[in-house]
């Protein structure tokens, strides 16, 4: 299982995710697309990156803006999964 990361490697991995804010045992980022297809596009793409890394973030999805939390549940909290998959988000919503 995905170890747990103390709260001074999260603070440490926070500074290399500026997007990104803890709430708790999750990661919190807010991504406002051009438009609702756009928008959708990003959801797609980080559905495959999602599977293919059998690690989900929760999504919501207001119009265009989409809010990602992620968190592993398994361990009851973050890990190096949670500061993967949030650097890989980064990089579909900058793809755009
Ligand atoms: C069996 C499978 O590996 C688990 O259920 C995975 C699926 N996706 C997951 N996603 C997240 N965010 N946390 C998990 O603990 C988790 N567990």
Not at 10 to 29: C, H, Q
Request: zero cysteines.
């Amino acid at each position: 299982m995905a170890k747990l990361l103390n709260d001074d490697e999260i603070v440490a991995a926070l500074t290399k995710l500026p997007y990104w804010k803890r709430e708790g045992d999750s990661l919190e980022r807010t991504a406002e697309l051009a438009s609702f297809p756009q928008a959708i596009q990003v959801v797609n793409r980080v559905a495959e990156i999602a599977e293919s890394a059998d690690h989900h973030p929760d999504i919501d999805i207001r119009w265009r803006t989409l809010t990602f939390r992620l968190s592993t549940h398994s361990a009851g909290g973050l890990t190096e999964k949670d500061v993967s998959l949030a650097t890989e988000i980064d990089g579909v919503v900058d793809a755009l």
